[in-house]
C-alpha cells in the first residue's frame, strides 16, 4: 500500500490526528478504500467541507464522464442553411427598401410628373426645369435609398487614379469613332442589358407600394424544374416581385431598340439611364470624406479639360448613342441642329451623388446639432447645377458640369462642418469598416 503524507497551510481548518496515518488500500474487487484516518474538524471547517464536497463531485464527475457529442452538420445542410438565412436577410432587406421608397414617395410622384412635361413643350425653360428637377431628386433619392446588399467601396487609390481611366475610356471611344469604327451599338447592347437589371432591382420597391395589397414576400411563381435545377434554386419557384420587374426592364430595352426615332421614345432611355443611376448610387460608396475630396478633385481637373480643351467630350456625347444620358428634345429653331436633344450626362448626377450620398453617412454618426450635411449637400448640388445651366445660356456652348458642382459639394459642406464646429471630424471622418473586411 502507497503511503501519502498529508501537509496541509494554517489557513486550513484540517488538523490530521499524529497517531494515524492515513492509507490507501485497493480491494480485490478493484476499488479504492480509505483506511486509518481520523480528523479532527472544527465547525467551521465541517461547513467548509460540505461546502465544498458538491462542487467536487461535479467536478470528479465532469472528468471522467462521456461528452455528449453534437450532430455534425454535412455540407449539404451548411449550404441550405445558408440559403435559408441569405433569402431572409435579402427579405428584410426589401422590406427596408419599400419603407423608404413609401417615406420618399412624394419624391418618385414628382419624378413621374416630370415624364409629362414634354407633352407641354420643348422650349429651353421646359429642359432646364426637366435636367434640374430630375437630378436633384435623383441625387436626394439615391442618397436617402436603403440597399439590401453593402456597397462597393472605392479606395484612395481608385479616386486618385479615375480621371486616368475615364480619359482612356472616353479618348479610346472618339479614336474608334475618328478612324471609322463605330461601337455604338455594341455599346448600348451592353448598356441596355444591365439598363433591364437597373430596372428589375429598383422596381421592386416601387412596386410594393403601388401594391400594398399584395404579400410579394410569400408570392412565387412556379417555373420548370431544369430552369431550377440551372439557377440551384431549392424549389422550382421565382418571386413575383422579381420576375414583374425584369420583364418591364425587358420591355423597355424591346422598346428602346424598336424601329423609330429616337425623339419619340427618349424617356425610355431617360427610365433606364435614371435605373442605372439609381442602382450607381446605391452599390458604390466613397469611404471616406478625403476619398471623395480627392474623387471630386481629379474628374473636377478631366471634366474641364474634356470639354473645354478639345472636342471629345461633346463629340462622344453626340455620336455614341446610349441610354447613359438624360435627353429632351431641343427647342424649335430657323438653323439646323446636328443633334436634336439637350443632354445631362449620368456622370453629372452620379458622381455628385455619391458624394451626397456619403453625407448621410456623415449625418448618421456625426450627428450634427445645426446643419445637416445631407441636406446642405444637396442644397449645394442644386445651386452648382443652376449655376451650369446660367453659364450654358450666357455662353452659349456645353459647359462641363462638375466645374461647378464640385466646389459647390467640398465647399458647402466644409462650411456645414465650420458652422456645426465639426471641421476635423468632417475632414477625418471614414466609414465603419465591415467584420469581414
Not at 439615391?142 to 472616353?170: F, T
Not at 426615332?261 to 450607381?280: D, H, R, T, Y
Not at 481629379?298 to 480643351?309: A, E, N, P, Q, T
Not at 446639432?369 to 452648382?384: M, Q, R
Request: charged share 20%.
Amino acid at each position: 500500500a502507497a503511503a501519502i503524507g498529508t501537509s496541509l497551510t494554517p489557513t486550513c481548518a484540517f488538523t490530521p490526528n499524529p497517531r494515524r496515518r492515513v492509507g490507501i488500500h485497493q480491494h480485490g474487487n478493484g476499488r479504492m478504500i480509505r483506511s486509518g484516518m481520523e480528523l479532527e474538524m472544527s465547525d467551521g471547517a465541517k461547513e467548509e467541507t460540505n461546502f465544498f464536497a458538491p462542487l467536487l463531485n461535479k467536478l470528479m464527475q465532469n472528468q471522467y464522464s462521456t461528452p455528449t457529442k453534437e450532430p455534425v452538420e454535412t455540407e449539404e445542410q451548411k449550404q441550405t442553411r445558408l440559403r435559408i438565412e441569405r433569402l431572409a436577410e435579402i427579405e428584410l432587406g426589401e422590406v427596408r427598401r419599400q419603407e423608404r421608397v413609401a417615406e420618399d414617395k412624394f419624391g418618385y410622384l414628382f419624378l413621374f410628373a416630370l415624364q409629362l412635361l414634354p407633352l407641354l413643350g420643348s422650349d429651353r425653360v421646359e429642359s432646364i426645369i426637366y435636367f434640374f428637377g430630375v437630378a436633384t431628386v435623383t441625387v436626394y433619392l439615391g442618397g436617402r435609398q436603403e440597399v439590401v446588399d453593402k456597397p462597393e467601396k472605392i479606395s484612395r487609390g481608385n479616386a486618385l487614379y479615375a480621371p486616368i481611366g475615364a480619359s482612356l475610356a472616353i479618348g479610346g471611344l472618339y479614336l474608334l469613332l475618328k478612324v471609322g469604327i463605330d461601337i455604338t451599338s455594341l455599346y448600348a447592347i451592353l448598356v441596355t442589358v444591365f439598363g433591364a437589371l437597373a430596372i428589375s432591382d429598383i422596381g421592386v420597391p416601387l412596386l410594393r407600394n403601388a401594391f400594398p395589397g399584395v404579400d410579394f414576400a410569400a408570392a412565387e411563381v412556379p417555373v420548370p424544374q431544369v430552369l431550377a435545377d440551372k439557377l440551384d434554386l431549392d424549389k422550382p419557384t421565382l418571386p413575383l416581385d422579381g420576375l414583374v420587374t425584369l420583364g418591364l426592364g425587358v420591355i423597355c430595352t424591346l422598346v428602346y431598340w424598336a424601329p423609330a426615332a429616337m425623339e419619340q421614345k427618349f424617356l425610355i432611355s431617360n427610365a433606364i439611364a435614371w435605373s442605372l443611376a439609381m442602382v450607381s448610387l446605391g452599390s458604390i460608396s466613397l469611404g471616406s470624406f478625403q476619398t471623395g475630396a480627392i474623387l471630386l478633385a481629379g474628374l473636377f481637373c478631366y471634366d474641364i479639360f474634356w470639354v473645354f480643351g478639345t472636342d471629345v467630350m461633346m463629340t462622344v456625347a453626340t455620336k455614341v448613342e446610349a441610354p447613359v444620358k438624360f435627353l429632351y428634345t431641343a427647342p424649335p429653331s430657323d438653323t439646323p441642329r446636328s443633334y436634336p436633344f439637350s443632354v445631362l450626362g449620368l456622370g453629372d448626377i452620379v458622381i455628385p451623388g455619391l458624394f451626397v450620398r456619403l453625407m448621410s453617412k456623415v449625418d448618421e454618426v456625426l450627428q450634427p446639432k445645426n446643419l445637416s450635411y445631407f441636406n446642405v449637400a444637396t442644397g449645394a448640388y442644386a445651386l452648382g447645377l443652376l449655376a451650369c445651366f446660367g453659364a450654358n445660356e450666357m455662353f452659349h456652348n456645353g459647359q462641363p458640369a462638375l466645374l461647378y458642382l464640385d466646389p459647390s459639394l467640398v465647399g458647402g459642406t466644409l462650411a456645414c462642418a465650420a458652422v456645426n464646429n465639426q471641421v476635423t471630424d468632417l475632414w477625418d471622418f471614414k466609414e465603419e469598416e465591415d467584420d469581414d473586411e
